[in-house]
């Protein structure tokens, strides 16, 4: 299984950038597929995910900012980040998970800046 992320840049704070995941074989066959970040000196952290019936969530400091969804039929996961803070700077990476075995799968991540 192949995750490749890609849409990182820089902005400036209050723009935006859409994120975009393309997976090597059928999203369906994943239990979650997910969106996380990791700031400079900190761990990774959670952004936002989206369950194989459709559910999704994400961290209280993007909620009405982000939007996670996924194109099943190309195998795309997207992340649309409007609203964009400094304190969101960070590299993104796509993750699929399965349940069964378990096995998370990891992309290689895409640097996003944003400037005040």
């Known amino acids: 299984v192949q995750l490749q992320a890609s849409g990182g840049g820089l902005v400036q704070a209050g723009g935006s950038l859409s994120l975009s995941c393309a997976v090597s074989?059928?999203?369906?066959?994943?239990?979650?597929m997910s969106w996380y970040r990791q700031a400079p000196g900190k761990q990774r952290e959670p952004v936002a995910v989206?369950?194989?019936?459709?559910?999704?969530n994400y961290r209280d400091s993007v909620k009405g900012r982000f939007t996670i969804s996924r194109d099943t039929d190309r195998n795309i996961l997207y992340l649309q980040m409007n609203g964009l803070q400094p304190e969101d700077t960070g590299v993104y990476y796509c993750?699929?998970?399965?349940?069964?075995?378990?096995?998370?799968?990891w992309g290689q991540g895409t640097l996003v800046t944003v400037s005040s």
């Open positions: 074989t059928s999203i369906l066959t994943f239990n979650t």
């Open positions: 989206s369950t194989e019936i459709g559910a999704t």
């Open positions: 993750s699929a998970y399965r349940a069964r075995g378990p096995s998370r799968y």
